[in-house]
């Protein structure tokens, strides 16, 4: 039995702003976030620290911020909300190279 789930999520990853230590880049990232979490439609918005499991320093990527959401139509408005937006443009500005990818369906692999 395949498993055919609808996990619609907004999927933000952004490197850290290296001229701050990474407990200060933790707090101002979470503050930078905050606001997410009153777009259209969140569900719920988390942050993940993400490390290369080979090579400490090695990942493209140092955050992962999720933000849920019940229709990829949610999860499209969300994004082009003016919060989304001009978080998307503030990380830019400040090089932390944000991607944003929709994720609107998922299926496990059976084995």
Do not use: K, N
């Amino acid at each position: 039995m395949v498993d055919h789930r609808a996990i619609v999520r907004l999927m933000l990853f952004v490197r850290r702003p290296y001229h701050l230590s990474q407990e200060e880049a933790d707090h101002w990232m979470r503050a930078e976030v905050a606001p997410l979490a009153r777009a259209v439609a969140v569900t719920s918005v988390e942050i993940s620290q993400l490390r290369s499991p080979s090579a400490p320093g090695s990942s493209e990527w140092d955050w992962l911020i999720e933000m849920s959401f019940e229709a990829a139509d949610d999860a499209s408005r969300a994004a082009r909300e003016a919060v989304c937006r001009d978080l998307v443009a503030d990380l830019r500005l400040l090089g932390m190279r944000p991607s944003l990818t929709l994720v609107d369906s998922t299926r496990a692999v059976e084995i």
